[in-house]
DNA sequence: CGACGGTTGGACGC
DNA sequence: GCGTCCAACCGTCG
């Protein structure tokens, strides 16, 4: 089976026959990611020669339940936006399953746990779900691994969701991961799948045999998981599932133009599909209709990145990237010229497996302390800080705007989402990375872990990016894309009548025009909370000296190290204002 | 050890 | 819209 089927409208033939096979058993299949039908090896694995295949997704109540006391609607680990985008995913899967006479069966409750009574109570001789790399399952796949080779059960655990294993990239440097995108890519090479084809379509799988004692349940709703009294605006215009991911990527690679030519753009962080109205069909319709080669400009840098369905869905896996992978590689094959990375399309597929790849080789990769590749520096702890930026009300509209849409979308464009990280950490207000990871990780519908946390260290100047001194301006940068601040005007309807002149900084408008636009500055949207010319200075100030630190420790720096320099850090600041005073004085 | 390049900075001059 | 300077970081490679 060839390649060159992608673009039509058919769908590879590369059936599995399964079903009908009587003198199999019972297979179970996992779900978590790869919340898709095609190129998935677990779900094709298990249906081979079993006479009963049980497909299962667990809910974790950790996961879902509403958790009051966060700051916005949703869990404690997962923002509603994020949480409906599971959901639909999950209903699609279940409907796909529908299709080829099965179903999706959702349990509920620790999930090792289930698992591992679902096992039992089916009598399964073959367990499949796709190798994940995140700590979370390796420690979770570990525990089910364990009974599993104790009751004699075979596990089948491909990778299946990154193009490349991990383990061979890291083994083929000396254990070591690459920390440079250029060596990446010449460890990577191609991959070993390239020019074979991937089974991406299933005609039917074997039946659900009984249940037994398990509860099984439909996917729920929101409202069902407890979820009643949320803003309809906040509801992001995206949504999740195989179909619609598969659909939006032969829209897309059918323009083989925009495929080749794919570079990294001059990507306007500014845009945005307008929504016609607050109510939802229109609204994502409107953006439906958006212009691909002006909005996709999809970098996968910050988690995946991009404005379109097909690429926030690698995420969950509702799409394939080694399926996404064949569909580039085929368009390249068919133009006379094409982009190459790190800018192409296929170059924003490999900084997903560069992160991938260097998260599974570094213990603590989602934290400052005991992280080898993370330079150790004395944020501060400032939660009135913190508070400002997660709510929008740091006082600079371009920070805050694009806050507001992370809030409701759940996306934004990359450079916007480098704009809000180098503002809360490095830039200006110098907080803890890890404290905007979280609420990245939780309002983020195309959040992932690797990504995630491989961007914040990138935007710190923590790790993979060191020169602290070039600061995103607050001001500035967003005024380059969007002069008339239509942006902000959006985001911020508070600020919708502010003249062009002072939006980006409203807060030197004379009194008389804030009248005039009915917003008045510390009363109807907040005063700066810092002065980004003085914060910046004194942002660079402490990362030099950090530098100077680590370099002279190699590295080895405790938190002792770290009290010591936030207390000279504080006297150096002390003296220099005094000396300022005494000259003042002079 | 030194040179080189790094997916996307800002300000300024032209 | 492009080049230059600013100041000068790091990992990689020879």
Redesign the pocket.
């Given at each position: 089976m060839r390649f060159s089927h992608t673009l039509s409208k058919t769908p590879f033939l590369a059936p599995i026959m399964a079903s009908g096979s009587v003198s199999g058993s019972a297979s179970l299949v996992w779900f978590r990611k790869g919340l898709r039908i095609h190129d998935n090896p677990a779900l094709e694995y298990a249906s081979k020669g079993s006479k009963s295949v049980y497909p299962v997704f667990v809910i974790d109540p950790h996961y879902m339940e509403p958790d009051p006391n966060a700051f916005s609607p949703g869990s404690a680990l997962a923002g509603l936006n994020r949480i409906r985008f599971l959901l639909e995913s999950l209903v699609d899967l279940d409907l796909s399953l529908k299709k080829l006479g099965s179903r999706l069966l959702i349990l509920k409750g620790e999930p090792s746990e289930v698992v591992i009574r679902c096992l039992k109570e089916w009598d399964i001789k073959k367990l499949c779900f796709e190798y994940d790399t995140e700590p979370y399952y390796q420690a979770l796949d570990k525990k089910v691994k364990d009974y599993a080779s104790t009751a004699g059960i075979e596990v089948f655990s491909p990778v299946s969701h990154t193009l490349f294993n991990p383990v061979d990239i890291i083994q083929k440097n000396g254990g070591?991961?690459?920390?440079?995108?250029?060596?990446f890519l010449?460890l990577a090479g191609q991959p070993s799948w390239a020019s074979s084809p991937l089974s991406i379509s299933i005609s039917s799988l074997p039946p659900i045999a009984d249940v037994g004692s398990c509860e099984i349940t439909e996917v729920p709703t929101v409202e069902e998981l407890g979820y009643r009294d949320y803003e309809q605006d906040e509801l992001t215009p995206f949504r999740g599932g195989e179909s619609e991911a598969l659909k939006r990527l032969r829209e897309s690679i059918s323009n083989k133009e925009w495929v080749a030519n794919f570079e990294?753009?001059?990507?306007d962080p500014s845009a945005y599909a307008k929504p016609a109205t607050t109510v939802l069909s229109p609204y994502l319709k409107t953006y439906t209709n958006v212009d691909l080669s002006h909005h996709c400009i999809c970098?996968?840098?910050?988690v995946t990145?991009p404005f379109s369905p097909f690429l926030i869905s690698l995420q969950f896996g509702c799409l394939s990237s080694r399926y996404f992978y064949q569909c580039l590689i085929n368009v390249y094959k068919n133009v006379k010229k094409h982009t190459s990375p790190?800018?192409s399309l296929v170059?924003?597929l490999l900084?997903r497996d560069f992160f991938y790849t260097v998260a599974f080789a570094t213990p603590n990769f989602d934290r400052m302390k005991g992280n080898r590749?993370c330079?150790q520096i004395p944020w501060n702890n400032d939660d009135e800080l913190l508070a400002a930026w997660r709510e929008a009300r740091t006082g600079y509209p371009w920070i805050d705007a694009i806050m507001v849409q992370l809030r409701k979308w759940g996306w934004m464009h990359?450079?916007a989402r480098?704009?809000v990280a180098?503002f809360l950490t490095r830039g200006d207000l110098f907080v803890h990375w890890e404290k905007g990871r979280d609420v990245f990780e939780r309002l983020l519908i195309d959040s992932d872990w690797a990504l995630n946390n491989g961007?914040w260290m990138?935007l710190s100047c923590s790790?993979?990016?060191?020169?602290?001194?070039?600061?995103?301006?607050?001001?500035?940068?967003g005024k380059?894309y969007d002069p008339n601040g239509n942006y902000i005007r959006h985001f911020l309807p508070v600020l919708k009548d502010m003249p062009k002149q002072y939006i980006y900084e409203p807060w030197t408008a004379p009194l008389s025009v804030q009248t005039q636009a009915k917003c008045i500055i510390g009363r109807d949207y907040p005063k700066p909370v810092v002065s980004h010319d003085s914060a910046s200075k004194e942002c660079k100030r402490k990362l030099?000296e950090a530098?100077?630190l680590?370099?002279k420790l190699n590295?080895q720096v405790s938190e002792d190290d770290l009290k010591d320099l936030r207390r000279k850090l504080e006297e150096d600041k002390e003296q220099e204002s005094g000396s300022r005073r005494q000259k003042q004085k002079l």
């Open positions: 070591r991961p690459a920390l440079s995108y250029q060596s010449k990294k753009p001059k990507g970098i996968l840098c910050f990145l790190p800018v170059g924003q900084w590749i330079k990359h450079l480098h704009c180098c961007n990138w790790s993979f990016f060191y020169q602290y001194n070039r600061i995103y301006s607050p001001v500035s940068f380059k030099g530098y100077a680590n370099q590295g």
